[in-house]
């Protein structure tokens, strides 16, 4: 009785979709599927059972052909049972139609691209996060929350954080900074690629200069909470930069550009909501004990259990 109940709500549950096809260029490895929880348990993973347990009915696995299989060995045996699975390739050739790419060029279009190649499984409201940052279960229930009652192809969302509070200690970061009015809609988006903190000042480098950022603005995360009508703006738009920018080896497209533009063309709004949440993430290899540690905490607590794919646990939470 209670798989065939989860297996309806399914239908009418917000869906996850994980950015989960990055290089790690920084970290030094495939961080994606690095162990972190007492039972082996990736980071990923905590966000998906945070997921579980707000609603969320299926989770979209954004990944490379090249590790398709390893991926599948380590989380198809937890997750069956549990929620949707699926999976989407992002490749440099992906929705680039017949766009000649650079020979150069050994890398994808950054996290905009991504999102784009989940258009053909996603149809329904949908959350999009990074697989190597923990959000906090806070994050999750609000995301839940917008998607269900909130969203449409006019009202989307961004789970806001502290920025000073989501920089790594060693070495610069790319955070998306935001501004937005007293009704909290988002105002603008600039990606800074280069921020970090000094002197307990959060100071972020452009055009070779070193300037300073406000220390309460919220940071975007890269948790947006869509409509599944974003997907043809996302297009259009990818369409544009690989126009303008293709031919630059080190160009992005990132999520930031698509929701500036939406909101700068007046196509509707996008709400900042913020989270009182935990965020810690990986981009370095010295972040790995502070995350283990963190993780460690909050088993000890009784926040997680030291398992998260238990039976008992899933019987637990889910009947």
Same mark, same amino acid.
């Given at each position: 009785?209670? $798989? ?21 260029? @920084? ?11 007492? /039972?082996? %348990?990736?980071?990923? %993973? ?31 045996? @937890? ?29 994808? &279009?950054? #996290? ?11 149809? =329904? ?6 697989? +190597?940052?923990?959000?906090?279960? =806070? ?48 105002? $603008?988006? #600039? %990606? @800074? #690629?280069?921020?970090?903190?000094? +002197?307990?000042?959060?100071?972020? %480098? ?6 300073? =950022? ?5 940071? /975007?995360?890269? *948790? &947006? ?25 080190? $160009?992005? *497209? ?24 935990? &965020? ?6 010295? +972040?790995?004990?502070?995350?283990? =540690? ?14 998260? &794919? ?10």
């Amino acid at each position: 009785m209670c $798989s065939f109940a989860i297996k309806q709500m399914y239908i009418m549950q917000p869906t996850l979709v994980i950015l989960a096809a990055g290089m790690a260029s @920084r970290y030094g490895s495939m961080k994606q599927m690095h162990q972190f929880g007492p /039972s082996g %348990e990736t980071i990923m %993973e905590y966000s998906i059972f945070d997921a579980i347990q707000a609603g969320f009915g299926k989770v979209v696995f954004i990944i490379r052909k090249d590790f398709e299989q390893p991926f599948k060995q380590i989380f198809e045996p @937890r997750l069956k049972g549990k929620i949707q699975t699926a999976y989407v390739f992002q490749e440099i050739d992906t929705y680039t139609k017949g766009y000649k790419i650079p020979m150069e060029r050994n890398k994808p &279009w950054g #996290t905009a691209h991504a999102m784009l190649c989940a258009k053909n499984e996603v149809h =329904e409201p949908f959350a999009v996060i990074n697989a +190597d940052d923990f959000y906090g279960r =806070e994050s999750f229930s609000k995301a839940y929350q917008f998607l269900s009652n909130l969203c449409d192809e006019k009202k989307h969302a961004l789970i806001g954080y502290e920025l000073g509070k989501t920089l790594s200690q060693y070495g610069s970061v790319s955070r998306g900074v935001c501004k937005a009015d007293a009704q909290q809609h988002l105002l $603008s988006i #600039t %990606e @800074r #690629t280069k921020i970090y903190s000094k +002197d307990n000042t959060i100071v972020y %480098e452009e055009n070779g200069k070193i300037m300073k =950022e406000d220390t309460t603005a919220k940071a /975007s995360m890269n *948790f &947006w909470c869509f409509h599944p009508t974003i997907f043809l703006l996302i297009e259009n738009l990818f369409n544009d930069f690989l126009k303008l920018n293709g031919a630059n080896l080190t $160009s992005e *497209f990132f999520i930031p550009i698509v929701a500036d533009y939406f909101i700068q063309k007046g196509l509707g709004t996008i709400t900042v909501i913020p989270t009182g949440a935990n &965020w810690f993430g990986v981009t370095y290899k010295e +972040d790995a004990p502070g995350v283990i =540690e963190n993780i460690q905490q909050m088993t000890q607590k009784g926040l997680y259990p030291s398992n998260l &794919w238990s039976i008992e646990v899933l019987q637990k939470n889910t009947c």
